[in-house]
């Protein structure tokens, strides 16, 4: 185990900078946007651009990593996206903040890709959870973390940016001194995406209003925060407190959808999400520690939305096709994502800040009642359960995808 965690050491050290770097910056743009006079849909507009990016990476960074191996394509993401970071303070528009967060989210999903199919690569199957588990911890720690760098400047100045562009660079260094070699390839299965629906709708389905909640929250949370009352520190400590919390709870939920069907902890998981989304809309009225407490238990209860969709559809798929099943979740889970916090952002500017967790409310409800028709549809599935895996905030596992693209950067269509 020790060895294993060792040879991974400065890759875990990369992604950690990498999420440190990006919860920040992620927070720094919400809160510059509104003081740079952007409205609330623009700023939705603007924040959706990354998970856009992200899903275009998901799609086509495989073409870089596959023609220039992983530790070049890390090296060439990295430096674009802290030329990215900077730019945002050399022509301030919506539009070219778009375009770059666009950029951004690209040339993260290809970091996000690199690093983890070479985690995965190293973990042998025995140990497999435990170096899953540690990565998961270091992708919430790191974005949790991040929050706290806005207290070492002024978000209407430019400093901040050029502390998040420092630590993008930084997270090259621990990757590039790396002694441990890059793995191969894997082997692509094909798989249609609706072929994927037909396996378990509820995965699907969930995973899809997972990515429509989740990046919701890291995009338009600072806005609601701000625009509440809260200052810039108790911005970050609200924005930390949703991300960390979702650590917390995923090992008992987890454990709990190992032992009973996954779909009625996915129904209970859904609605104790509804619940925590309307405390805190109640707490907006209380103490800043009312609500900064009622961020981390919303927190622990959504981020485990798509670790729990996830696990059910792996239930049912051919353990053959595992591969492409996760890629497609990513797909899936990338375009809730680019969506939700357009939508989010159309409902605060109608509803004001609460409108962004009555979305949230408006989204687990109808994932509550599909996942409510299927099971009175469907019984409960007596194939062996695949292993609870927790996943990151981010909702990516890219090393599935990375081999399920393969043909792609042949010049095949990968049939999603």
Not at 122 to 138: D, K, P
Not at 257 to 265: E, H, L, V, W, Y
Not at 392 to 402: D, V
Request: with cysteine; net charge positive; proline share 3%.
């Amino acid at each position: 185990m020790w060895n294993a965690i060792t040879s991974i050491s400065s890759l875990l050290l990369s992604y950690g900078l990498l999420l440190l770097g990006n919860g920040m910056f992620n927070t720094l743009l919400g809160l510059r946007s509104r003081l740079e006079g952007f409205s609330t849909e623009i700023t939705g507009f603007i924040m959706a651009g990354f998970f856009v990016g992200m899903l275009l990476g998901a799609l086509y960074a495989v073409r870089v990593v596959a023609a220039v191996g992983h530790i070049r394509a890390f090296a060439a993401f990295a430096s674009i996206m802290s030329v990215a970071v900077l730019a945002h303070v050399l022509h301030i528009d919506p539009v070219t903040w778009f375009v770059l967060r666009v950029i951004a989210g690209f040339c993260m999903a290809g970091m996000i890709m690199v690093v983890e199919s070479w985690v995965n690569e190293r973990a042998s199957n025995e140990m497999r959870g435990q170096v899953l588990s540690l990565y998961m911890i270091t992708n919430y720690l790191g974005a949790g973390l991040g929050q706290f760098l806005m207290l070492v400047g002024d978000p209407a100045k430019y400093q901040l940016f050029i502390i998040a562009s420092m630590v993008y660079s930084f997270a090259l260094v621990p990757i590039l001194l790396t002694r441990a070699s890059a793995p191969p390839p894997g082997s692509p299965v094909r798989m249609k995406f609706r072929d994927l629906f037909a396996i378990s709708p509820v995965g699907v389905f969930g995973t899809v209003c997972a990515g429509m909640a989740n990046a919701s929250l890291t995009g338009m949370g600072a806005v609601f925060a701000k625009e509440v009352g809260l200052s810039v520190a108790e911005v970050s400590g609200f924005m930390a407190a949703a991300i960390m919390g979702g650590m917390v709870l995923q090992f008992p939920i987890g454990r709990l959808s190992d032992k009973f069907d996954r779909r009625t902890i996915l129904f209970c998981a859904s609605l104790a999400t509804i619940l925590a989304a309307l405390t805190v809309i109640w707490a907006t009225d209380q103490s800043v520690t009312v609500l900064i407490v009622s961020a981390a238990v919303y927190g622990g209860f959504s981020f485990t939305i798509y670790a729990l969709s996830a696990s059910q559809l792996n239930d049912l798929a051919d353990r053959k096709r595992l591969v492409h099943v996760a890629a497609g979740l990513l797909i899936a889970y990338g375009i809730g994502a680019s969506i939700g916090p357009i939508i989010a952002a159309q409902l605060m500017s109608i509803y004001g800040p609460s409108g962004l967790f009555g979305f949230v409310v408006g989204t687990n409800g109808l994932l509550v009642l599909f996942v409510l028709s299927r099971v009175i549809l469907r019984r409960r599935s007596t194939k062996t359960k695949a292993p609870f895996l927790p996943l990151g905030s981010l909702g990516m596992s890219s090393k599935q995808l990375y081999s399920a693209a393969l043909k792609r950067a042949k010049g095949e269509a990968p049939g999603l």
